[in-house]
C-alpha cells in the first residue's frame, strides 16, 4: 500500500490497522490532536485499501470507521464524548489480511 503524502511509507493494511488499533486504546482519554491523527491513520488506510482491488470487500468497513472516527473528533471539537467508545469497539474488532 502506497500513502500518497509520504511515498517512501509503504506498510501492509495490516500493519497500518494494528498500528490505528494501538493508537485507539486511549481513545476516551484522547485529545483532539490525537482523534485528528487517528483520523488521517484511517484516511491513509482508506485510500490505501481504494488502490488495492484485492481488499475492496473491505473498503466499506474501514470507511464506517474512518465515519465514526470522524464522528468522534466532531464530538471532540465541540466538547463532547458521546461516541468515542463505540468507536474504539470498531476499530478494535476489525481485521485484514496481514
Same mark, same amino acid.
Given at each position: 500500500m502506497l500513502v500518497y503524502g509520504d511515498r517512501q511509507f509503504e506498510t501492509s493494511c495490516g500493519e497500518m490497522l494494528s498500528r490505528i488499533q494501538n493508537q485507539s486504546g486511549n481513545l476516551e482519554t484522547a485529545s483532539l490532536d490525537d482523534l485528528r491523527? =487517528? =483520523?488521517?491513520? =484511517?484516511g491513509q488506510l482508506e485510500q490505501g485499501l481504494a488502490d488495492c482491488p484485492s481488499l475492496s470487500g473491505?473498503?466499506?468497513e474501514i470507511m464506517r470507521l474512518t465515519d465514526l472516527a470522524a464522528t468522534a473528533f466532531c464530538q471532540a471539537y465541540r466538547g463532547e464524548t458521546g461516541t468515542r467508545s463505540s468507536c474504539r469497539a470498531a476499530i478494535l474488532n476489525q481485521r485484514l489480511p496481514p
Open positions: 491523527e =487517528l =483520523l488521517i491513520y =484511517l473491505h473498503m466499506q
